[in-house]
């Protein structure tokens, strides 16, 4: 059962708060600012004054303290039991996949306050976010089953590759994937893509089923199987357009010490076209979504689509992300992405893609915080909702500018022998962002999901992440 409420509170002689006995802290948990308190930390670690009022919120094992049956023929009962039946599925689609979900029915009255509450995993509660449903966010990309290995920089040498970088396969890279293959033991396959890996992550954290939609292109062969069944199975709908024309799509992801060489050959994903969106299945889902995200390696396949989701998006007041992606592509794809920059109304990039854009553009800076703000401010269509661009900068702080405003927020801080690999790191960044974005949540804590689905992912092989999120 879930309480809330309102308290003036005064420290007390040792600076600690005593918020009220006879129930365990543990079930006790205070909220400033949308920030949930350590119980370890005085209040004046948050700077909180005396008098200032805080929230309290009580998740209690084994349900409500005390209940009582209210009569069937209770109208308001009847008209809730009526609603619900009514709205089956539209209420079935909301709820997590595989999180119990505990109905909260509060009377005052004659009226009846319903309220959706989940398990956080520790025998505790926490209200079940009613803008999440089925098909909230969609995003376009490449699909591609990640090769990996822990290479050396003699075979970087060998196929001109440098050691924390990504680029399109050439023809001199062709032979290096089955070279892989020979030269190293123990190789990964996992199915990935940047916007692929953004939305697995930001999934697996809302765990609602199929709140994530992809678009992409895939052949019908054993990649492309594995690819979709691996991301439907962590509840993403996949929507894949399908051709004869090349084979599913590989990257290569070549580790050494802490960085990583992603070399990318699209193949089949290099024949997605605009027509995928004009069948009216696939139109559906787009028009249904409140969020779109793409990551600019699409603007060397199709950037029509890309432009054409971002127009929509702009028309009809939703969200359109887009992340920088690459150096390369802030060089050699400049034109498509100032096309869609007017559109995108929240931008993700690195220090080192900034730096490109930087260049590329004659911003004539190279410091991280005023190219975000100089970023921020370029013509933007819909100018009464301000762009909000995230600059991650490895671990030195992530650099937000917004509203004029540039805010610096610090990442988590881990060992050098904790972090297994960097590849996937950005991506869970987003999709650690993206799951709280569409669930309205204020930029401080999409910042700190990204954080915490990015230290997650570098402590794994690959942009993988454990079964259930732990994030509160």
């Known amino acids: 059962m879930l309480f809330s409420k309102s308290y ?19 079930q006790q948990h ?15 670690d948050y700077r909180i004054h005396d008098g200032a009022t805080l929230k309290l919120v009580l998740a209690m094992r084994g349900g409500p303290i005390n209940t009582r049956r209210i009569p069937m023929e209770d109208p308001a009962l009847r008209e809730m039991a009526e609603y619900v039946e009514a709205n089956r599925d539209e209420i079935l689609e909301k709820l997590p996949g595989n999180r119990q979900v505990t109905l909260v029915v509060f009377r005052e009255g004659d009226q009846l306050n319903f309220f959706r509450v989940v398990d956080r995993g520790d ?20 699909p591609l089953l990640d090769i990996q290995v822990t290479g050396t920089e003699e075979f970087l040498q060998k196929y001109d590759l440098l050691a924390n970088n990504a680029c399109l396969a050439e023809g001199k890279h062709k032979p290096m994937y089955q070279d892989m293959t020979n030269t190293f033991k123990d190789i990964q396959y996992v199915p990935g893509g ?30 492309g199987d594995i690819l979709g069944e ?48 004009d069948v009216p299945e696939n139109w559906a889902l787009v028009e249904k979504a ?28 939703k969200t359109f992300c887009m992340n920088l ?5 802030c060089q050699f794809f400049k034109e498509h992405m100032l096309n869609t920059l007017p559109f995108v109304d929240v931008l993700f990039g690195n220090e080192t893609e900034a730096l490109t854009f930087s260049k590329e553009n004659g911003l ?28 991650t900068q490895g671990h030195l702080p992530v650099i937000v500018s917004h509203g004029g405003k540039v805010q610096e927020f610090p990442v988590i801080k881990i060992m050098a022998e904790d972090i297994v690999d960097t590849n996937g790191a950005g991506d869970a960044f987003v999709g650690g962002f993206l799951a709280q974005l569409i669930q309205g949540k204020p930029l401080e804590e999409c910042v700190r999901c990204g954080n915490y689905a990015a230290n997650i992912v570098i402590q794994r092989s690959g942009c993988t992440v454990p079964e259930k999120p732990n994030f509160i």
Request: charged share 20%; aromatic share 10%.
């Open 8 to 26: 003036n509170t005064t420290l007390r002689d040792d600076g600690y708060l005593l918020v009220i006995s006879g129930i365990p802290i543990a």
């Open 30 to 44: 205070l909220i400033w600012k949308s920030e949930e308190l350590e119980d370890e930390y005085c209040l004046h």
């Open 123 to 142: 025998g505790t509660l926490t209200p079940l976010s009613e803008s999440l449903r089925a098909g909230i966010l969609l995003g376009y990309g490449n």
């Open 194 to 223: 940047a916007t692929l890996n953004s939305l697995k992550v930001a999934q697996w954290l809302v765990d609602v089923k199929n709140a994530t939609t992809f678009f992409g292109c895939v052949s019908s062969d054993e990649y």
């Open 230 to 277: 691996k991301a439907r199975e962590m509840g993403v709908n996949v929507q894949f357009q399908y051709t004869d024309k090349d084979s599913t799509g590989t990257c290569a992801v070549i580790l050494t010490g802490n960085d990583r060489s992603l070399c990318a050959n699209l193949a089949a994903a290099n024949h997605f076209t605009e027509d995928h969106l």
């Open 290 to 317: 409140q969020y779109f995200y793409c990551s600019s390696f699409p603007l060397t396949v199709c950037p029509s689509a890309v432009l054409r989701l971002a127009k929509h998006s702009y028309e009809k007041g």
């Open 325 to 329: 992606s690459a150096p390369f592509l």
């Open 364 to 391: 004539e800076t190279e410091d991280i915080p005023e190219i975000a703000q100089k970023i921020a401010s370029w013509r933007k269509d819909n100018s009464g909702r301000p762009r909000t661009v995230v600059i």
